[in-house]
């Protein structure tokens, strides 16, 4: 675990410090007068001013502003001259072709200037598109003083991408103008990514979320589910009938524990370290990204999920099976056009739990979300807070209430712009929605599911499906996508400011929020943004597939079919017969809709239109009228296919809870029934108020976070709570390992009393010494002693303890050794290590 700003004095100036860092990034962003921007200087930083009509600052740079070319000296080759002609034509002018009165100007190949344009050390050049092959702009020679020019640069050919000159220039201040729309724009598009390459980052990234998951709950699977852990596994696998294994909670974990003679437990740890495993495959080796090794990672997570119980019963968990089962389709895809249906069904689950998310909090009717104070407790009373979230907790208030208005705004108008066929409004959306999970996590930890959503989000920053047709963009359609963008997305700020009362108050420098809105306004809200997102949703997918029509019959018009006899109709033998090589291998040609692409499309249509159409029975949910039109048959095969987990509902934090403070159980053990009774420190939860939150993600100790949910309620509704306090009273070694530290280690004074009591934490304020300050409420469970009949009987009926007996074979003993080394490190520790691990193989391999 990290412990951050352990003393009071270091909380104070850390808190300090990011306040006066935080004014310097406002300040530092406001426009500078006078400023310029560079263009394309290469050699050194210089600046000067000439006699030209031009007074410019040159730098060095890497870019050419005037083209937006990146690379000087590789792009565009085919400018091999340009013709100028002067604005104050006359005979004194150099290079002049009198028979056709224009200035001639080859470019150079070899100097160092960007051969996009010829803009050189010497010249600072503004376009202005005139026709598909005609530009002109500024020009100016600081070495001859020679006055501005007005020319026009034709082109032997229309002008290909990325060459974009900009749309308008002013000869006062033209490179300072064109730059910066250029800057702006290039900005933006440079998170665009190809759909290949989005794919690339998906499936590695969906690797790493398995490669955590698994290690993160293999670690503590003997402590949870083992044969004498807190929810043994083996009290289920007990119920399952060997000639009906399909039947069982988990067929794989009985066909192990049955056809191997071994402990359910240990067959629980062979599935995740087969998961592990296969995971790091994955990672490492870049050939493994098949939809097979996907569909068996989801498999194995699906096995453990299934007897996970209390313990398994996240949202972050049906996430990763939902986005596992749409992996298999983006792996299935291939190389092929189909790559757009199935990103575009990862765009839709993050629409879809994002937009739900932020609906169900102002549904629940929580006065806190209503009243845009749920940042006043959520901070302290959240599952395990960070270090961060002592600052967070101790901001103004207006930047809290600010805070969940603009929650409200990620949320809730954001998600539905992911759907939209506008890369650069995609964007736009996505990157907001990607800075919220890394603030999240920041301040909470939430395991690797702020990581898990991130990465959905990063499925909108598809510009197209090559980068050769992102590139293929002119200036005009770029800027016509910025100003669409820009539109929208302002429209959506504006209405939100309305629905939010978002006002400036100059007195006293703050910004004021408040709902002004009715819940009965809302409502009506409710169903028309739900109808419109089911709507945009499906419009958005039929799109999608035309663009995969169109893609694969531009792929067959560009690419020549192979002849019978091996030679390519535009190619000589060798060439030929490496072609029909090619052409046979995937099955067809490139875009051949009967080949490879076709079989791969077919998949992707069939799997992703079930996946489709299905998850708007759970997503429709969030609203009666919408839930109502869907057709009884998608209900039908929604039940009859919900125990593989294909599609969920989600709605985090629907209230918020811990008005009077986060509610705390501390666990108290004792050797005498009159004390002294002594605190039982968990890893991870809050306990002794000195200590300092910790860090643990992206691991999520279970225990802990189960802790949290049981201190919401009573001990008789939480069995496991009971389990728990019968393992310590047990002294059994697995569940004690879970925790940060047993002070019953003397054996002369062993646990032999437990009792919990109920406090209520609440972060200190500035300048104390201590991270928290508790009260104590009521006593949450009596005393309890070792074997009680009572307990025993109320575990046996919530199936927390196993009635048979395993015997333990080699196959156990080794997979018993394999845990202990890993119980040498830290629970967050271990996962750290483990995902690294898989990091530097891939390094390697």
Known sequence: MLNLGETAESRDSLLSAGRRLIILLLLSSLPTCGSTRSGSYLDSSYSYETRSKLSFTGSATRMCYSCMSEDFLHHWKHLQELYYTPANFSDECYHIDHSTNKAKLDVPRREKQCVSCGLGPQRALAWQRIGSNIIRGCISDPLTGSEAWEPQIRLKAPLPPPFAPPIRTHKSHCWTEVATKERVIKAIMVFLMDTQRLKRVLLLGQSIIYLIAFASIYYQI????????????????????????????????????????????????????????????????????????????????????????????????????????????????????????????????????????????????????????????????????????????????????????????????????????????????????????????????????????????????????????????????????????????????????????????????????????????????????????????????????????????????????????????????????????????????????????????????????????????????????????????????????????????????RRMTGVEGRPEIVIEGSHAPNGPWKEIEFFAKPGNVNASPAVVLPHQPRLDWQMWFAALGAYQHNPWFLSLVNRLL??????????????????????????????????????????????????????????????????????LIATKTYKTGPIDKAIDQLHAQALQLPQNTFVWSTTAFGFLLSLFI
């Not at 402590?223 to 000639?243: D, N, R, W």
């Not at 629980?268 to 995971?279: K, N």
């Not at 940060?740 to 003397?746: Q, R, S, T, V, Y």
């Not at 104590?776 to 009987?793: C, F, G, N, R, W």
Request: hydrophobic letters at 50%; a positive charge.
């Open 222 to 653: 003997p402590a949870l589910y083992g044969e004498t852990g807190i929810a043994p596994v083996a009290a289920k696998i007990e119920k399952c009938v060997a000639s009906e294994p399909l039947n069982c909670v988990s067929p794989l974990v009985f066909v192990l524990s049955h056809q191997l003679s071994i402990k359910p437990s240990t067959a629980l740890q062979i599935v995740a370290l087969f998961g592990i495993f296969f995971s790091i495959s994955t990672i490492a080796i870049r050939p493994t990204r098949h939809f097979i090794f996907y569909l068996v990672l989801v498999l194995l997570y699906l096995s453990i999920v299934k007897v996970g119980d209390t313990f398994l019963y996240f949202q972050w968990d049906s996430l990763v099976l939902e986005s596992g089962w749409l992996m298999i389709v983006v792996a299935a895809s291939g190389n092929s056009p189909a790559d757009l249906m199935s990103t575009y069904l990862v765009r839709f689950l993050a629409a879809r739990l994002m937009f739900s998310s932020g609906i169900v909090k102002l549904q629940s009717m929580c006065p806190t979300w209503w009243g845009l104070t749920a940042l006043d407790i959520h901070y302290e009373t959240q599952c395990l807070p960070t270090p961060l979230a002592w600052f967070a907790h101790n901001q103004p208030e207006w930047a809290r209430r600010l805070s969940v208005a603009l929650t409200f705004f990620i949320e809730i108008y954001l998600p539905p712009m992911f759907l939209l066929p506008i890369p650069m409004l995609r964007a736009i959306a996505a990157i907001p929605n990607i800075i919220f999970m890394f603030a999240i996590m920041a301040t909470g930890n939430y395991n690797f599911f702020n990581l898990h959503f991130a990465l959905l989000c990063v499925s909108s920053l598809e510009g197209g499906y090559t980068s050769a047709a992102i590139r293929a963009r002119g200036l005009g359609r770029r800027f016509l996508e910025f100003v669409v963008s820009a539109a929208v997305f302002g429209a959506a700020a504006v209405h939100w400011a309305m629905m939010f009362g978002i006002q400036y108050d100059p007195k006293t420098s703050t910004v004021l929020s408040k709902i002004t809105f009715s819940k009965a306004e809302f409502a009506k809200m409710t169903k028309l943004g739900t109808s419109v997102f089911v709507h945009v949703a499906i419009v958005g997918f039929v799109l999608v597939f035309l663009e995969f029509l169109v893609t694969v019959w531009k792929q067959n018009k560009a690419t020549p079919a192979a002849t019978p006899e091996g030679k390519s109709k535009k190619s000589g033998k060798g060439k030929g017969e490496k072609k029909t090589a090619e052409t046979k291998s995937n099955g067809g040609s490139s875009g051949s809709i009967f080949g490879a692409t076709g079989r791969n499309a077919f998949f992707v249509l069939f799997f992703g239109s079930f996946l489709f159409w299905t998850s708007f029975v759970p997503f429709t949910q969030i609203d009666d009228a919408a839930s109502n039109r869907i057709p009884d048959i998608l209900r039908e095969v929604h039940v009859r296919t919900r125990k593989f987990e294909f599609t969920h509902s989600y709605g985090l934090f």
């Open 730 to 799: 047990n002294n059994d070694a697995n569940v004690i390992g879970q925790l940060k530290d047993w002070p019953f280690k003397n054996k002369k004074e062993p646990l032999t009393f437990v009792r919990a009591q109920l406090y209520h934490y609440k972060f200190t304020k500035p300048g104390s010494k201590a991270w928290w300050t508790r009260s104590l409420q009521h006593e949450y469970m009596p005393v309890m002693t070792k074997d009680s009949p009572a307990i025993l009987e109320f575990l046996a009926q919530n199936s």
